[in-house]
């Protein structure tokens, strides 16, 4: 199984950034896939989830209106876009298949002006 996330990077405090996880080593379609994040001196959180067909997805409170999750079955890729960035944001974000417990190596998103 590989999990390799991209997209992170510097963006100002109102800002977008779009996350994608490109998936390897297993049947995409079968299983829901998650976006975590964690911050300095922080605990790993959940920060979104999607079914297996993307026809079910949950987010934190703190991401709620802000962030999208969603996939692409046929890239076996999953994504997560998020709008309204805000400095409380920046973290390092993985994508991780949680039926197998597998995580990505995690993109830097750094929200400041």
């Known amino acids: 199984v590989q999990l390799v996330e991209s997209g992170g990077g510097l963006v100002q405090p109102g800002g977008s950034l779009r996350l994608s996880c490109v998936a390897s080593?297993?049947?995409?379609?079968?299983?829901?896939m998650s976006w975590y994040r964690q911050a300095p001196g922080k605990e790993r959180e959940l920060v979104a989830s999607i079914g297996s067909v993307g026809a079910s997805t949950n987010y934190a409170d703190s991401v709620k209106g802000r962030f999208t999750i969603s996939r692409d079955n046929f890239k076996n890729m999953v994504f997560l876009q998020m709008n309204s960035l805000k400095p409380e944001d920046t973290a390092v974000y993985y994508c991780k298949f949680p039926a197998w417990g597998y995580w990505g190596q995690g993109t830097q998103v750094t929200v400041s002006s």
């Open positions: 080593g297993f049947t995409f379609s079968y299983y829901g």
